[in-house]
């Protein structure tokens, strides 16, 4: 198995990128400290804290640790090199985090929280271990042969990614990539006052008199905010019956992400309400393109799945927020759910711009063109 390809290795990145976000929120009133940095690590143990405190930053290393084991196993390391180099690593992610919230006002470095994000990572690599041992790498390994292209790591990722994606309140189901409206609002902050802000007074204010989608755009949104990731799929797998099911299981995922985004932001009785008949009528137009598309060679595959996603972000641009999306913003951000809004958020964001750029990359390979 040494030598392979993993998915682990992109997730564990993307992972990472995900706990210094949490770790730095809000990211803002840096200051020098009047402390020693590394003060915290002999503190007493706090009297005030949470459960939820404690279980979160045991729970929010433990992925890592897995993640980052099995990218060295599959990397060619042995099983003690790997464990080692986990645990370090996720130790001294944890410990930069915890010194640099010395510099943030609204963050308290904790030398609990390093315990137990040091725990956590442990406790991830002991689960890769006992993963290793069991065969379950390899049986992956194993049906990802059967499935998938060898180099699929970077488009296993992105599907992994993408019901996570869904989780952040979006103007449309299905509807990732309007990062517009926030690159707007900071640049609005970072003009204000300014002698440059009148010459973009008409882009800051762009969203004024935006009115909602028409029916049609909306089912064109949801259809290709659908079809998106099933294209990412195709592009990595042989043409054929298997390319039919994973664009059912893509249908199936997403109707579960967004069924449990729209319980989490609006409330559990209302988990349902975004299967309007317009989503519904988006759905069945989505399966019957990407079942159309099911034959086809990769690099077609690849290349519709470009213009998908171009069209996607271009509809999704002309879209307001939904009506009840700033008041259910303010609930994730001043609730217990900030580091998984912040993960979900950029995910959201970004997801279609990094596919895209991935799928540029695989229309241009040499082995996009072969069955």
Known sequence: MAGHRSSAGPLAAMYTALIVYASLYPFTGWQTPGVSMWGFLVLPFPHWWTGFDLVSNLLGYLPLGTLLFGALVRSGLR?????VIAVATGAALSFTMETLQN????????NVDLALNIVGSLCGVLIGIALHRLGWMQRW??????????????????????PVGLLFPAPVPFGLGQVWPRLRDAAAGWLE??????????????????SPLSPPSELVAVALGLAAPCLVAFAISRPGWRRALLALGAVAIGFAAMTLSTALNFAPEHALAWRTPVAMAAVVAC???????AWVPRR?????????????????????????????????????FIRFHGAAQWVGWLWPYVAMAWLLARVASRDAGQP
């Open 193 to 210: 006052g300014s002698a440059a802000a009148p010459w973009f007074d008409a882009w800051l204010q762009g969203d004024a008199d935006v």
């Open 300 to 336: 077609v595959a690849a290349g519709v799945g470009l213009m998908v996603l171009a069209a996607l972000v271009a509809v999704i641009a002309q879209a307001p927020p939904d009506a009840y999306f700033s008041e259910s913003l303010q609930a994730w951000e001043q609730g217990r």
């Open 287 to 293: 399966m019957a393109l990407v079942m159309l598309l």
């Open 141 to 162: 390994q194993a049906v990802r042969e059967r499935w998938f292209i060898d180099r699929s790591a970077g488009g296993l990722a992105l599907l992994v990614l993408w």
């Open 79 to 83: 099983e003690s090199r790997a464990a």
């Open 103 to 110: 510099f943030l006002p609204q963050r308290v470095p904790s």
